[in-house]
């Protein structure tokens, strides 16, 4: 069975928007997969729906052997854990430091101190951010908060991995720094990363699979 697997997932917003319509695709433990899709076409809400933030108006969802789009809320919690998720809109805490950042998650994991601390240390070295370790984050460049968002996403090391235009709002060599960052996140975890992004021009970066996002609908094809 397929690490992830959507099923004929259609999803439309009242009244009658139709954003996802007959999704079915599947990734495999380890795959690094593009995204790639105009403003509009469904790429967020994609996410959503394995987030749990929406769910389908049919179809079935797949996460690991279980099915998620009908799962017990009070386990919606646990599915979480074990994703990380860039948003496109970042969702950073202007007032709190680098450091706050990576060690929350870890925190909430439960992890004790001493082992959370470490992990930050090598997370921010990994981002290249160890000077910047106990700045607030309104003082970060935008290629700087983006990396942090990567860093929270990937810090307790989930096998599951998505990112909603991570490379948004950068320059190209940020942007290449941010998806190498994925990318080599995938390879040394053998964790499915699935980047989502409007931008065609990414593709041919990074030896991924690309799955092609049109107005709701997917199709895979050769970059
Ligand atoms: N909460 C919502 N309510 C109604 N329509 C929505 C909502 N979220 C997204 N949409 C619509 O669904 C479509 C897909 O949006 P989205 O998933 O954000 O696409 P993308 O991330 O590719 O830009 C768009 O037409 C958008 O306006
Ligand atoms: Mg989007």
Redesign the pocket.
């Known amino acids: 069975m397929a690490f992830l697997e959507f099923r004929n997932v259609s999803k439309v917003?009242p009244p009658n928007?139709r954003?996802l319509e007959n999704v079915t695709f599947s990734l495999e433990k380890g795959e690094f997969v593009f995204v790639q899709?105009a403003?509009?076409?469904?790429?967020?809400?994609l996410f959503r729906l394995i987030t749990r933030e929406e769910r389908p108006t049919k179809g079935e969802i797949w996460f690991s052997g279980r099915r998620i789009d009908n799962l017990d809320s009070q386990l919606v919690p646990f599915l979480r854990q074990r994703l990380g998720v860039v948003f496109q809109d970042l969702e950073l805490v202007p007032e709190w430091t680098v450091y706050e950042h990576l060690v929350a998650p870890l925190f909430v994991l439960g992890m004790n101190g001493r082992e959370a601390l470490q992990a930050a240390k090598k997370m921010l070295s990994l981002l290249g951010l160890e000077d910047k370790s106990f700045f607030q984050v309104r003082c970060l460049s935008g290629g700087e908060k983006q990396k942090l968002c990567v860093g929270r996403a990937l810090i307790h090391r989930p096998k599951l991995v998505l990112a909603d235009e991570p490379t948004g709002n950068l320059d190209e060599v940020s942007a290449m720094e941010v998806l190498k960052l994925l990318f080599e996140f995938s390879r040394r975890e053998k964790a499915t990363v699935v980047v989502?992004t409007h931008n065609r021009a990414l593709l041919g970066c990074f030896p991924a699979r690309v799955i092609f996002?049109e107005k709701g609908r997917v199709w895979e094809g050769e970059r």
């Open positions: 917003y928007v954003a899709g403003t509009g076409a469904g790429k967020t809400t989502a996002l």
